[in-house]
């Protein structure tokens, strides 16, 4: 089956420092990618919504100048966490739509970042 | 707005026990996708099942059976005979349905931390 996988799955980096996420299709083509943050015993928050090719689409509150995203091909999108801070520290988990049609999506194995 | 209420934040039971998480959800689409994840401690969400809204039916999946009624805006998940291993965090979650704006985003309810107990 369809499997999006996320790199890194464990990342620790220094305040002030900028850390990378990237998310993967492995198996088809993802024109839509989704990133969601969740912080210890909450829920998943939608961060952005990720178009290949265009600009990512914010959700209220999220900073686009904090969390570059990127979505250049159809199988990588990439979160960038800029001048990461200790608050930034969380569970970082993408998602892909398959296909244009339909409503299959596939989320990947997420990423712990913890900012020191 | 859509939305999703799991208003059950911690459950724990004794092991064998039978156990239902509520889920109630809110849309002003007609067509719409109801989820429910199960996320254990390591992170990663396990998809447990996705029902359109045009399929009331309720579904039956081994240990595992969800009750949709439209009326009450509910999709309902009970686990028969619980075990421990059955022990994780479950998410119900709603989608608008696709097409080629940037739909299909998932929005979670709170989460349900269900504890089985040997």
């Known amino acids: 089956g369809a499997v999006v996988s996320q790199h890194p799955s464990w990342v620790i980096c220094k305040s002030g420092t900028s850390v990378k996420i990237e998310c993967r299709s492995l198996?088809?083509?993802?024109?839509?990618m989704f990133w969601y943050r969740q912080f210890p015993k909450q829920s998943l928050m939608l961060m952005a919504t990720?178009?290949?090719?265009?600009?990512?689409?914010?959700e209220q509150g999220v900073e686009k100048d904090k969390f570059l995203i990127n979505h250049a091909s159809l199988t990588l999108s990439t979160l960038t966490v800029t001048s990461a801070h200790p608050e930034d520290s969380s569970f970082y988990i993408c998602?892909?739509?398959?296909?244009?049609?339909?409503?299959?999506?596939?989320f990947g194995e997420g990423s712990w970042l913890t900012v020191v | 707005a859509q939305k999703v209420t799991q208003a059950q934040t911690e459950i724990s039971v004794v092991e064998k026990e039978d156990v239902t998480l509520d889920c109630v959800y809110e849309t002003r689409d007609t067509t719409y996708y109801l989820f429910w994840y199960k996320q254990p401690p390591s992170g990663e969400l396990v998809f447990l099942i996705r029902?359109?809204?045009?399929?009331?039916q309720n579904e039956i999946s081994g240990r595992y059976s969800w009750n949709f009624q439209k009326s009450t805006s509910s999709f309902n998940f009970t686990i028969t005979a619980s075990q421990v291993v059955d022990s994780a965090v479950y998410f119900c979650a709603l989608s608008e349905a696709s097409g080629y704006s940037s739909a299909s985003k998932i929005i979670f309810g709170s989460g349900t931390r269900l504890s089985i107990r040997p």
């Open positions: 990720s178009n290949e090719g265009s600009k990512a689409t914010y």
């Open positions: 029902r359109n809204s045009f399929d009331e």
């Open positions: 998602s892909a739509r398959a296909g244009q049609s339909g409503n299959t999506i596939y």
């Open positions: 198996d088809f083509q993802a024109t839509t």
